[in-house]
């Protein structure tokens, strides 16, 4: 088989997906499209109650799936509530593992950033294995330059002294370059955490305009927006197979890289993103003339 090919599967192959508590209910027959124990992420929006991601967690982890929890700092509004979520999570749902974010930009309590919550180290005391941390290649309209770059150092700082793997999820992209570009510099901040690159699953182009907008990727936007000039492809679902092949194409010429594995956003769906990752893994794949990976008896 191509090498190339080879190394897109690898890459794919343990691919990770995330979900909301309110969708997950909806959702049946979970085990019927997504592998057993795959990691599902759970979303925690600005207005959710946290018992609903604990409870999710339990159901998710009960199904056979590896539950890992959004911890949003700054939607803590103490280091009380902070020990209770972290305490209920791993005693009562079983959770191992979580991502800790900064989260929304309305901060509600004492809380303000990812780093303040390792440095409580509660994460230690209720024993989570793996952490997950944001990255944002094209940067974070919230944030400075300079502050993420602060981060960057704090955290691989951290990492030395914890016993938990820390590794970092990027919020989505749609262009190889701006993971290239941000793993360039990563390297000059003498980054040693692995990443795993998030990336939009199959979905139309005025969906994902939308959440681009929303996150305020100002890169992707802009490359969205030039694309939904021409209208046949604006109702036309996109899936970033091409970017798929050229984070492998990186990989392979840069071993040096810590890109580790694929996070995929289901923005048009749980169901829709899951299969075509799988049928990435499963199906035979063949590169066209643009350097496009094709996927045999598989439509999206």
């Known amino acids: 088989m191509n090498k190339k090919i080879n190394k897109i599967k690898y890459l794919v192959k343990n691919y990770t997906i995330e979900t909301t508590p309110k969708v997950f209910k909806k959702t049946n027959n979970l085990n019927n499209f997504i592998n057993p124990d795959t990691h599902i992420y759970i979303t925690y929006l600005p207005d959710e109650n946290p018992e609903n991601i604990i409870e999710t967690a339990k159901k998710i982890k009960q199904n ?11 939607t803590m509004k103490n280091y009380s509530e902070l020990e209770k979520y972290l305490g209920k999570l791993s005693e009562e749902s079983g959770v191992k593992k979580i991502l800790i974010i900064g989260g929304n930009s309305n901060q509600k309590g004492d809380i303000s950033s990812s780093m303040q919550v390792l440095k409580t180290r509660l994460t230690e005391k209720y024993n989570y294995k793996e952490i997950g941390l944001a990255g944002h290649p094209e940067g974070n309209p919230d944030i400075s330059n300079k502050e993420l770059d602060y981060a960057i ?27 290239i570009n941000w793993e360039k510099h990563l390297t000059k901040l003498k980054n040693e955490i692995k990443i795993h690159a998030g990336l939009p699953g199959p979905a139309n182009l005025k969906t994902l305009i939308s959440y ?89």
Not at 64 to 74: K, M, N, S, T, Y
Not at 237 to 261: C, F, G, Q, R, V
Request: positive net charge; hydrophobic residues 40%.
């Open 153 to 179: 150092i704090e955290k691989n700082k951290f990492a030395k002294d914890t016993d938990a793997k820390l590794y970092f999820v990027t919020q989505f992209f749609f262009e190889v370059e701006s993971f």
């Open 212 to 300: 681009a907008k929303s996150c305020g990727i100002g890169n992707s936007i802009k490359l969205l927006t030039k694309q939904a000039l021409n209208i046949t492809k604006i109702t036309s679902t996109k899936a970033p197979n091409k970017l798929i092949y050229d984070l492998a194409s990186y990989k392979m010429l840069n071993h040096y890289s810590n890109l580790e594995k694929l996070h995929f956003y289901p923005f048009g769906g749980l169901k829709k993103t899951s299969s075509w990752a799988n049928a990435l893994i499963n199906n035979e794949l063949s590169l066209n003339e643009k350097n496009d990976i094709d996927i045999s008896d598989f439509k999206i």
């Open 64 to 74: 056979g799936f590896e539950p890992i929890p959004h911890l949003p700092a700054r």
